[in-house]
């Protein structure tokens, strides 16, 4: 993994490391509340010889002061600091522990208790009953006198805050570790993850560059939805730009739009690309090829029941059955009847024969059934210049992606590209202009407001309707529209 690809997965996260830090924090925030608070208390100590034979401050007095450290647990030194401090042993709660301060005679009792006075206690009474207990034992075994002395120092004043838990390092480390435990899930989830999430995914997968992203239509950000559909609209200029200088060495006239499977907006994407061509002052036919499941009458409310099936079995001529839109340069073939037999109806020398006609006229957009259900876009794959492939960010498995190519590279289809469906508006992949759309919309906005003034100024027929050359004799859709013919 790159830098780059750590940045895009920290972006695309983002709220996923938010939780977990988030919940890392309550974590260590509850585990500091339910955990016992422990206090401690410190006392110093300065160790003496009392002996000809042992001097202060030499090995032989370290190491004979260091056998008699262990005895700081005993259970005669916590008696002896009963009666010092005049309570019961039992009600010194508490642990005790000693230490000899490097290079020097120094001893240093620590006491850790539930209640800071009672460690209090127990550190200042160490030091004294330590000592008496060193002396006992010193004399019982006939020493006359103890070889050491402990002398006190430093009193130890009760702790006003707990030693344990320490939450100024445990509230940052439950962060740290909830930060980990994200990009853990996130790197998991990325190698586990079976779907479409970005351009470079689309480049190993099928071989192909992307033409463009179109953004999703986020329900939370409906307030923005002037600005995103501006966004769209200039996202498939781009898509209209990249098709221009897919191919070099043949020029594109008929184009096929597919997807792997339903529901991933190629539909959609053959519209909005034959619109922003027919934009372009390029005259644009759209043909609904998918002849079991049509889309395109409904979408331009035109009359779809008679259409491409008609035109391919010989019982309408093409002017007959081509229908204008009230967009400008835009004509629709739809599908018409939807025939027993799809694949062959598509895959027969009329409908190649039928492409090679309205190419001379008219930009050809083909809109064709997905790729792994039926066999019908690689049989029109066969016949168009190129075929532009449409992924859903977020729902076109992988998988899917590379069945369709092994469908298409045995029928010759020649891949233009790839259009990104459904991109997130905050995915870091989908670039520059989809965190600045509110750019776009003003532009778009003063685009369609001269267009309004344009149209309103200028007199002449209505919009949408066809130079008169390219009228046939024909019939009107269910609102109207002119029968236009596609003269070969």
């Known amino acids: 993994m790159t830098v780059l690809d750590f940045v895009r997965m920290t972006r695309r996260g983002w709220r996923v490391l938010l939780i977990a830090v988030a919940s890392g924090l309550l974590l260590a925030t509850g585990y500091v509340i339910v955990t016992p ?11 003496s010889a009392d002996s000809a034979t042992v001097i202060a401050g030499s090995d032989k007095a370290l190491q004979l002061a260091g056998s ?3 005895l700081i647990t005993s259970g005669q030194v916590r008696e002896k600091i009963a009666a010092i401090e005049g309570v019961a042993p039992d009600d010194l709660s508490g642990a005790l522990s000693a230490g000899l301060v490097r290079g020097s005679t120094m001893i240093q009792v620590t006491a850790s208790s539930d209640d800071p006075a ?20 010193e004399k019982s075994a006939g020493a006359g006198s103890a070889a050491l002395k402990v002398v006190p120092l430093d009193n130890a004043t009760v702790p006003t805050s707990p030693s344990s838990p320490n939450w100024k390092l445990i509230v940052p480390v439950g962060a740290l570790g909830g930060l980990v435990v994200g990009y853990l ?17 689309m480049n190993e997968l099928l071989g192909t560059g992307v033409l463009g992203r179109v953004p999703r239509l986020d329900a939370r950000r409906t307030g923005h939805k002037a600005d995103i559909e501006a966004l769209a609209e200039e996202s498939y200029r781009q898509i209209r730009t990249g098709l221009r200088f897919a191919s070099v060495d043949a ?64 019982q309408l001529p093409l002017r007959d059955a081509v229908v204008a839109t009230q967009h400008e340069n835009l004509l629709v073939l739809p599908s018409g009847g939807i025939p027993p037999n799809p694949s062959e ?16 006229e008219c930009l050809v957009i083909v809109d064709t059934p997905p790729v792994l259900p039926v066999t019908d876009a690689l049989l029109v794959g066969a016949l168009v210049d190129g075929v532009v492939f449409v992924a859903a960010v977020g729902q076109t498995r992988k998988a899917e992606v590379v069945a369709a190519r092994t469908f298409l590279e045995p029928a010759k289809a020649h891949l233009l590209g790839v259009v990104m469906n459904k991109v997130p508006l905050g995915d870091s992949d989908s670039g520059y202009q989809y965190y600045r759309y509110s750019y776009y919309s003003r532009e778009a906005e003063k685009g369609r407001r001269a267009k309004r003034i344009r149209r309103d100024a200028a007199p002449g027929p209505r919009r949408g309707a066809q130079p008169e050359a390219a009228v046939g004799s024909g019939r009107r859709g269910r609102r109207g529209q002119t029968t236009a013919a596609a003269e070969a």
């Open 37 to 47: 608070k422990t206090y401690t208390a410190t006392s110093n100590g300065f160790i």
């Open 68 to 70: 008699y450290l262990p």
């Open 118 to 137: 009672s460690a209090a206690r127990l550190a200042n009474g160490a030091l004294t009953a330590l000592a008496d207990v060193i002396s006992n034992i």
């Open 185 to 201: 899930f996130l790197l998991l989830r990325g190698a586990l993850d079976v779907r479409v999430r970005a351009a470079t995914d």
């Open 251 to 314: 020029q594109m006239r008929t184009i096929a739009v597919t997807s792997a499977n339903q529901s991933e907006g190629k539909s959609t994407t053959a519209v909005r690309l034959a619109q922003v061509l027919a934009e372009s002052g390029e005259r644009v036919l759209l043909i609904d090829a998918d002849l079991r499941r049509p889309t395109m009458a409904r979408k331009f409310g035109i009359d779809g029941t008679v259409g491409l099936s008609e035109v391919l079995s010989g």
């Open 345 to 360: 109806m598509l895959g027969s020398q009329a409908l190649g024969q039928l492409l090679a006609e309205v190419r001379r």
